[in-house]
């Protein structure tokens, strides 16, 4: 199956410091998304991206379908901003579930 | 509130026995999903539905049943547990395959 690599596993930053998160997968895909689990564990989906450029005030997201990844940006970054953010994707191939990375860890420190 | 829940929110249970986890929707949507959380894993699918009595299995289907007798309600059965199902496990619906997911807050099971 489809195999999804998110870098880095781990990001600490300073409050108001930009990141970038990366999504590689292995195979083409119709569905990318990103989510992010806050620290109390809540999964939120951010974004719907797959392919072209979307934007949610401090957040971004980019998916370059053709060479098979995507990054999600996070500018002026907040302590609210910490948890775990997850890539999903759905390969090309059928009418599938969404298959996870594992995940970055993003903690911002005041 | 996405009208969602799952029970219960926590569980202790000892191995080799039948534990059942509950998620319940009040959006009328058709997929539900079943995943587990676990460190250095991220989220790996269980099972999932696509509509009252249709099941699939998913990448860590071993040890795991499931059924769906009604639209809202999708249950998740570890036959007899095992330490290595302990785990927080995470139920989802939405209205297309894949698209538009929302989670449950997440059961956390242990199994001694």
């Known amino acids: 199956g489809i195999q999804v690599e998110q870098s880095p596993p781990d990001l600490i930053l300073q409050e108001g410091a930009n990141s970038t998160l990366r999504c590689n997968f292995s195979?083409?895909?119709?569905?990318l998304q990103w989510f992010h689990q806050n620290p109390w564990g809540q999964l939120i989906n951010l974004f719907y991206?797959?392919?072209g450029t979307k934007q949610n005030g401090r957040l971004s997201a980019t998916t370059v379908a053709t060479e098979r990844y995507s990054l999600l940006y996070i500018s002026s970054s907040q302590t609210t901003d910490s948890g775990v953010y997850f890539c999903?994707?759905?390969?090309?191939?059928?009418?599938?579930?969404?298959?996870f990375g594992k995940g970055t860890r993003l903690s911002v420190i005041a | 509130d996405a009208g969602i829940t799952q029970s219960p929110r926590h569980k202790v249970t000892e191995t080799g026995t039948p534990v059942t986890l509950r998620c319940h929707q009040t959006?009328?949507?058709?997929?539900m999903y079943w995943y587990r959380q676990d460190p250095g894993h991220g989220l790996r699918l269980i099972h999932y539905?696509?509509?009252?009595?249709?099941?699939d299995k998913g990448e860590v289907s071993d040890g795991y049943s499931v059924s769906r007798s009604k639209t809202e309600d999708f249950l998740l059965t570890l036959e007899s547990a095992t330490s290595s199902q302990t785990s927080v496990y995470f139920c989802?619906?939405?209205?297309?395959?894949?698209?538009?997911?929302?989670f449950g807050s997440g059961t956390r099971l242990t199994v001694v």
């Open positions: 959006e009328n949507h058709r997929y």
């Open positions: 989802a619906i939405s209205e297309s395959q894949g698209i538009g997911y929302t």
């Open positions: 195979d083409s895909v119709n569905n």
């Open positions: 539905s696509y509509g009252v009595k249709d099941t």
């Open positions: 991206i797959p392919s």
């Open positions: 999903a994707v759905v390969g090309n191939s059928g009418n599938t579930p969404l298959v």
